[in-house]
């Protein structure tokens, strides 16, 4: 069985190039991905994006401290919703939502799929629970009354192969990605923060923040293997990759 997939981006950030790649001044502005994947057995989105109230108000829905090293560029007709909407899909239609962690990043626009199950590994929403509303996370964005599913480690999520997380430890406790096998383009493997940029995994440079190095580290040769066998690599936050992502309606494979 095979899916499609197709790819948005919802706004940018501009943050310090250091969280990107450790040691590194000055900034960088960033892509914030989101994937739709349909499936014969549902529709999944893999990472929602940021909060719609960051919009307007970006200081006042993430707080001084992440406003202060995160700046928003982010209009309406970005956000998830919307860019559903845009390319003929409902917002009620998506059937499950697969974080690829809790960053504020990954999970803002989960409140704007009401019927999505959430797909999290366990280990992330231990942590997340943990650290409430700190460290980029917001309890606002993801406890948002939809069915969580917890999940341990590799997860088929149809049972077919087609659409399968892969835990990717590292960037956070419980991060993980998604490996998705389409109808046309081959496989590929949406890293969300497993692997911000290209240089990331070509230099096999961490990020300056980062909760485990070597689980990090471990990963990326995880991702070299799977690049070498073919598989297309989705960088989760390369400003000069995305430029070359093609955006939905048009399909990646
Ligand atoms: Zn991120």
Known sequence: MTAQLYAFTCGFLTIPRAFMLDGEPGFITVPVPSYLVVHPKGRVLFDSGLHAATLEDPAGYVGEMLARYHTFHFHPG???????????VSPDEIDIVINSHLHFDHCGGN?????????????????ARAVESSRGYLLSDWD????VRA??????VFGDGAVVCLPTYGHTPGHQSLRVRTESGGEFVLCGDACYLRDSLEQMRTPGVIADKEAALAVFHRLREMQARGVKIMYGHDPEFWKSVPQAPVRLG
């Open 151 to 156: 999940i341990e480690g590799e997860y088929d």
């Open 111 to 127: 409140a704007q799929l009401p019927n999505a199950d959430i797909l999290i590994q366990s280990r992330e929403l231990d942590h």
């Open 144 to 147: 948002t009354g939809q069915r």
């Open 78 to 88: 970005e956000e998830i919703a919307a860019r559903l909407v845009s390319i003929g």
